[in-house]
T-cell receptor
Framework: NAGVTQTPKFQVLKTGQSMTLQCAQD?????MSWYRQDPGMGLRLIHY???????DQGEVPNGYNVSRSTTEDFPLRLLSAAPSQTSVYFC???????????FGQGTRLTVV | RKEVEQDPGPFNVPEGATVAFNCTYS??????FFWYRQDCRKEPKLLMS???SGNEDGRFTAQLNRASQYISLLIRDSKLSDSATYLC???????????????FGKGTKLSVKP
């Protein structure tokens, strides 16, 4: 019973590099979302998706892209990493209309 | 003004103490309310939903006051294992009535000491 799986768990990038954070869920949830968590800032919504083929921006979308080609997967792409993107990233999923969200274990990203 | 505000703490309490966390939200269109728990360096996990009539789950009691836009969590008989950060979460109703996204408070850190 995997739930929400995020990879990698840890990553160090150089400024300007690109990478993709992977998120997969096996619960057939319609809603998926990406948050970043910074000290003193709490969890902030980056992008979200209400179903395959549908994505939208959250509170802090700049510098990130997402796509949702399948129900299961919702990757987050950093186009050109910046030190300000050093953070812990969480992916979450839930059923539409059911508000309990399940979170992945997080990705700790450092941009140097 | 932040949409969901919490006292950041930390709250340092002895085992067995009763501790209360408060949370206020700014948007009266807020639809649903929750408390999540986050252990150090772990993901948030749902602790309990919050209903207008108040609800209890063992040692935990949650209450909602829509008129004051205020949510509370009471923990009785604190255990060492209750040490964590407690996140207040609201969901706004989207235009058109569909469910919105989770909006998190910054969290209140609780440390229960022997």
């Amino acid at each position: 019973n995997a739930g929400v799986t995020q990879t990698p768990k840890f990553q160090v990038l150089k400024t300007g590099q690109s990478m993709t954070l992977q998120c997969a869920q096996d619960m057939n949830h319609e809603y998926m979302s990406w948050y970043r968590q910074d000290p003193g800032m709490g969890l902030r919504l980056i992008h979200y998706s209400v179903g395959a083929g549908i994505t939208d921006q959250g509170e802090v979308p700049n510098g990130y892209n997402v796509s949702r080609s399948t129900t299961e997967d919702f990757p987050l792409r950093l186009l050109s990493a910046a030190p300000s993107q050093t953070s812990v990233y969480f992916c979450a999923s839930s059923y539409a209309g059911q508000q309990k969200a399940f979170f992945g274990q997080g990705t700790r990203l450092t941009v140097v | 003004r932040k949409e969901v505000e919490q006292d950041p703490g930390p709250f340092n309490v002895p085992e067995g103490a009763t501790v209360a966390f408060n949370c206020t939200y700014s948007n009266s269109a807020s639809q649903s309310f929750f408390w999540y728990r986050q252990d150090c360096r772990k993901e948030p996990k749902l602790l309990m939903s919050v209903y207008s009539s108040g609800n209890e789950d063992g040692r935990f009691t949650a209450q909602l006051n829509r008129a004051s836009q205020y949510i509370s969590l009471l923990i009785r008989d604190s255990k060492l294992s209750d040490s964590a950060t407690y996140l207040c979460v609201v969901i706004l109703m989207n235009y058109g009535g569909s469910q919105g996204n989770l909006i998190f408070g910054k969290g209140t850190k609780l440390s229960v000491k022997p």
